[in-house]
């Protein structure tokens, strides 16, 4: 298991990993508050579905821990709980897990049984009630991710177009889902990294991921970390690498995380992923999408339903690092914004883009690995946990 945490938490007190800093300085915000975790979740100090939902699940309960419910009744308390979730549910729109664990904290604090409590002890209950399960979302996040990693490596063993002589696999990775996108391990780098630790990775390639950069800010940050074989790309080499059929450069796999998967498995995840799964299908590479259940979206049916977040025009236009002096060192205490582009120039900044069902191999979640049958949809109904 990585030492890497995004999320640090104990009952009363959450400490969130400040992401827009990496991978040059650690430094953890103390979210206590809505309104805190909002800003958090916004600014992308904290990203990766599962690990936002986390991030608001928690940061209310610790609001609730500090007595912020002031309700006289456990109506009252039911309702100002549901506007606080509410809330930070607008923080950011395409990701579905937030929707989820949000979905199941309202259904918990309606499931207390308050009959016979006065009430103080009613709100007192359903206080309690709300965060044992979002302490509960938090910890089986690990838990679930360590699945996917079984699985999605035992899946893409047995389907792998290629291998090393010695049976291993070279793989792709889109974006960050590692640790620091989740409370631990990760989904699709959590594939990787369970391919690593059981001796069965070539190599690993991770793409820039413009234009926020979590491939280069955050996974290979991982990667090295980790100390897995690994290489950055920029985005525009991914077809370049695909043609490339010799040693660790055949790749065997694109792995990748998911905001969102609707029910007939078309995917939103990190803007780029549509086009490697194009890329991927040309090159005859398998395209495995690793999500929770917590990121299936059943509701929706298809692609074409799913609000994408657009972003604003400086993500393009302009850059942040640390600064490099001429000895070539990295500055850590020194950051700078630097422009990129003409400051006027028309941007359009999707977060993220859908890639169609057909273009996708796998799904694997934490309770298994779902295919399609030939070119038909995928079907989620017999994997999902009977609460979504
Ligand atoms: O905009 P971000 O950084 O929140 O986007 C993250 C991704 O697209 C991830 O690939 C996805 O959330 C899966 S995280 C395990």
Redesign the pocket.
């Not at 820039?208 to 690994?230: C, D, H, M």
């Not at 692609?303 to 690092?321: F, N, V």
């Given at each position: 298991m990585s030492g890497l945490q995004a999320i640090r938490y104990t009952r009363g007190k959450l400490d969130v990993l400040d992401q827009l800093r990496l991978p040059h300085e650690n430094h953890y915000d103390q979210v206590s508050t809505s309104e805190e975790a909002f800003d958090c979740i916004k600014s992308?100090r904290v990203?990766?579905?599962?690990?936002?939902a986390i991030v608001a699940a928690l940061a209310h309960g610790v609001e609730l821990h500090n007595g912020s419910c002031k309700a006289s009744t456990s109506d009252e308390a039911i309702a100002y709980i549901d506007s606080r979730l509410d809330y930070l549910k607008e923080s950011?729109p395409?990701?579905v897990?937030l929707t989820n664990a949000i979905t199941h904290l309202k259904n918990t604090i309606r499931s207390v049984d308050v009959s016979g409590k006065d009430s103080s002890a009613a709100r007192s209950a359903i206080v309690d009630a709300y965060i044992a399960a979002a302490e509960e979302i938090f910890r089986k996040d690990t838990e679930t991710n360590l699945l996917i990693g079984e699985h999605g490596s035992k899946w893409l063993l047995e389907n792998a177009p290629v291998k090393s002589a010695d049976g291993k696999v070279s793989a792709l990775t889109?974006?960050?889902?590692?640790s620091l996108?989740?409370s631990g391990h990760?989904?699709?780098?959590g594939i990787i990294r369970s391919l690593h630790t059981a001796g069965h990775l070539y190599h690993a390639f991770c793409t820039e991921t413009r234009p926020?950069n979590?491939g280069s800010r955050l996974t290979a940050f991982e990667l090295v970390y980790e100390k897995i074989p690994s290489t950055l790309i920029t985005d525009s080499m991914a077809a370049a690498l695909f043609a490339t059929k010799k040693s660790e450069k055949h790749i065997a796999a694109v792995i990748?995380?998911?905001?969102r998967v609707v029910r007939n498995g078309d995917t939103a995840?990190?803007v780029g992923?549509y086009a490697l799964a194009v890329l991927a299908k040309y090159h005859g590479i398998k395209f495995i999408v690793?999500?929770p259940t917590t990121?299936i979206d059943l509701q929706t049916v298809s692609g074409a339903d799913i609000q994408i977040?657009e972003r604003k025009p400086e993500e393009l236009t302009q850059i942040s690092g640390a600064v490099v002096g001429k000895d070539g060192k990295v500055d850590v205490h020194r950051s700078e914004r630097v422009a990129t582009a003409h400051q006027e120039i028309g941007v359009w900044n999707p977060?993220?883009d859908v890639t169609p069902a057909e273009l996708i191999d796998a799904v694997v979640t934490e309770r298994g690995v779902v295919v399609k049958v030939g070119r038909g949809q995928f079907d989620f109904k017999g994997i999902m946990p009977e609460r979504w």
């Amino acid at each position: 298991m990585s030492g890497l945490q995004a999320i640090r938490y104990t009952r009363g007190k959450l400490d969130v990993l400040d992401q827009l800093r990496l991978p040059h300085e650690n430094h953890y915000d103390q979210v206590s508050t809505s309104e805190e975790a909002f800003d958090c979740i916004k600014s992308m100090r904290v990203r990766g579905a599962p690990a936002i939902a986390i991030v608001a699940a928690l940061a209310h309960g610790v609001e609730l821990h500090n007595g912020s419910c002031k309700a006289s009744t456990s109506d009252e308390a039911i309702a100002y709980i549901d506007s606080r979730l509410d809330y930070l549910k607008e923080s950011r729109p395409t990701a579905v897990d937030l929707t989820n664990a949000i979905t199941h904290l309202k259904n918990t604090i309606r499931s207390v049984d308050v009959s016979g409590k006065d009430s103080s002890a009613a709100r007192s209950a359903i206080v309690d009630a709300y965060i044992a399960a979002a302490e509960e979302i938090f910890r089986k996040d690990t838990e679930t991710n360590l699945l996917i990693g079984e699985h999605g490596s035992k899946w893409l063993l047995e389907n792998a177009p290629v291998k090393s002589a010695d049976g291993k696999v070279s793989a792709l990775t889109h974006c960050n889902t590692g640790s620091l996108a989740t409370s631990g391990h990760g989904t699709a780098l959590g594939i990787i990294r369970s391919l690593h630790t059981a001796g069965h990775l070539y190599h690993a390639f991770c793409t820039e991921t413009r234009p926020y950069n979590q491939g280069s800010r955050l996974t290979a940050f991982e990667l090295v970390y980790e100390k897995i074989p690994s290489t950055l790309i920029t985005d525009s080499m991914a077809a370049a690498l695909f043609a490339t059929k010799k040693s660790e450069k055949h790749i065997a796999a694109v792995i990748v995380g998911a905001d969102r998967v609707v029910r007939n498995g078309d995917t939103a995840n990190k803007v780029g992923t549509y086009a490697l799964a194009v890329l991927a299908k040309y090159h005859g590479i398998k395209f495995i999408v690793a999500a929770p259940t917590t990121s299936i979206d059943l509701q929706t049916v298809s692609g074409a339903d799913i609000q994408i977040e657009e972003r604003k025009p400086e993500e393009l236009t302009q850059i942040s690092g640390a600064v490099v002096g001429k000895d070539g060192k990295v500055d850590v205490h020194r950051s700078e914004r630097v422009a990129t582009a003409h400051q006027e120039i028309g941007v359009w900044n999707p977060a993220f883009d859908v890639t169609p069902a057909e273009l996708i191999d796998a799904v694997v979640t934490e309770r298994g690995v779902v295919v399609k049958v030939g070119r038909g949809q995928f079907d989620f109904k017999g994997i999902m946990p009977e609460r979504w």
